[in-house]
């Protein structure tokens, strides 16, 4: 991760947030709070950054985000479906108006035929509009985990 580029697209995200006056939420898993550290790292950034959730187990997704059992063991925790919820639920149990969520296998284990090492969905929310992107990185874990934290920064700024 080129700690340059991740600066600038936080400070950036923070700026347009502030003008907006809106804060940011994040629910992190499989970058572990990764995110919620690049936003954090930006001085002045409680002016626009809420907190972050970091719900690593299915359980800690349930309890704290209020993602569902059922779209758990329906979808698995690595799915769009789990990903809308997690971003939902942040946004439910903050006082932001922008929320992002990652769920991913950043590996070397628990991939799947169907959800090979690389797979991790993002989802976004604004004001008017809610979506989950897929995404596949290449790489080892540091790598994989990095590459979700600025595809997140760059579609945020995008979504603003």
Same mark, same amino acid.
């Given at each position: 991760?080129? *700690? ?6 936080? #400070?950036?995200? =923070? !700026?347009?947030?502030? $003008?907006?006056?809106?804060?940011? +939420? ?38 704290? *985000? ?6 758990? #063991?329906?979808? =698995? !925790?690595?799915?769009? $479906?789990?990903?809308?919820?997690? +971003? ?60 979700? +934290? ?11």
């Amino acid at each position: 991760m080129n *700690l340059i580029e991740l600066e600038y697209l936080a #400070t950036e995200l =923070g !700026a347009r947030l502030q $003008q907006q006056g809106w804060y940011l +939420v994040t629910a992190e898993s499989c970058t572990g709070g990764l995110l919620a550290e690049a936003v954090t790292a930006i001085a002045g950034s409680s002016v626009w950054f809420d907190r972050g959730f970091v719900t690593y187990s299915n359980a800690a997704k349930q309890e704290i *985000l209020g993602v569902h059992h059922e779209t758990l #063991t329906k979808y =698995g !925790a690595v799915s769009e $479906q789990t990903a809308l919820e997690m +971003v939902k639920g942040a946004l439910a149990h903050s006082q932001a108006q922008v929320g992002v969520s990652i769920t991913g296998i950043a590996g070397p284990s628990g991939a799947t035929p169907n959800k090979p090492v690389g797979t991790v969905w993002i989802a976004y929310a604004f004001p008017n509009n809610t979506y989950a992107q897929h995404n596949y990185f290449t790489g080892d874990r540091t790598g994989i985990r990095k590459q979700a +934290v600025i595809t997140a920064l760059q579609r945020l700024l995008q979504g603003l």
